[in-house]
């Protein structure tokens, strides 16, 4: 079954930008999801199938997959785009839904 | 606007059953998989079960398996978890969420508490 790994936390400065990765052996060959989870709320989806953003998700937010890594960029990060992020698969071996272990971005 | 609301979470005692609903609405509710996907105080998020848009198909993550069972009523746009023999380890907030490969809509999740 898949296994997700996150850096647990990711730290930048106001308008840099922040790169969010999600290793997996050969996640390269399936799609990634990816979330954003404010501090008690519930998560929202902010890329889908690798690179897709749903309707209101700024273009800041952007996503690649490629090999054995996943990306979140986030650029011109701003302080609302402080929370965690998980990245999430479909296991089609075992029909599970699997979801990293999360980063936390901090925005200095 | 798609909404999905979550009820049910309470504190119940150890080995105890408990039941949490989810009612869906803004959405053709029978063309989605639904599922619940809980986080521990703390900690990650973590699928927990889904069940496929005509009910004929559920998929449980191991650690409950045999203890929750996700279904649901189209009718009612509706799914549920029901959760037997509780442990400390399930204590979280239970969300439940659309689920079609990734989970597009997400409730506001309910608190379940196990402790004695």
């Known amino acids: 079954s898949s296994v997700l790994t996150q850096t647990p936390s990711v730290s930048v400065a106001p308008g840099q930008t922040a790169t969010i990765s999600c290793g997996g052996d050969?996640?390269?060959?399936?799609?990634v999801h990816w979330y954003q989870q404010k501090p008690g709320q519930a998560p929202v989806l902010v890329v889908y199938?690798?690179?897709d953003r749903p309707s209101g998700i700024p273009e800041r937010f952007s996503g690649s997959n490629s090999g054995n890594t996943a990306t979140l960029t986030i650029s011109r990060v701003e302080d609302g785009d402080e929370a965690d992020y998980y990245c999430?698969?479909?296991?089609?071996?075992?029909?599970?839904?699997?979801f990293g272990g999360g980063t936390k971005l901090t925005v200095l | 606007e798609v909404q999905l609301v979550e009820s049910g979470g309470t504190v119940v005692q150890p080995g105890g059953s408990l039941r949490l609903s989810c009612a869906a609405s803004?959405?053709?509710?029978?063309?989605?998989?639904m599922s619940w996907v809980r986080q521990a105080p703390g900690k990650g998020l973590e699928w927990v079960a889904s069940?496929?848009?005509?009910?004929?198909?559920?998929n449980h993550v191991d650690s409950v398996e045999g203890r929750f069972t996700i279904s649901r009523d189209n009718g009612m746009n509706s799914v549920f978890l029901q959760m037997n023999s509780l442990r400390a380890e399930d204590t979280a907030v239970y969300y439940c969420?659309?689920?079609?490969?990734?989970?597009?809509?997400w409730g506001q999740g309910t608190l379940v508490t196990v402790s004695s």
């Open positions: 969420a659309t689920s079609n490969f990734f989970f597009r809509y």
């Open positions: 803004g959405l053709t509710y029978s063309v989605y998989w």
């Open positions: 069940i496929k848009p005509d009910g004929t198909k559920t």
């Open positions: 050969h996640i390269g060959s399936t799609s």
């Open positions: 199938d690798d690179s």
């Open positions: 999430q698969v479909w296991d089609s071996s075992t029909d599970h839904w699997v």
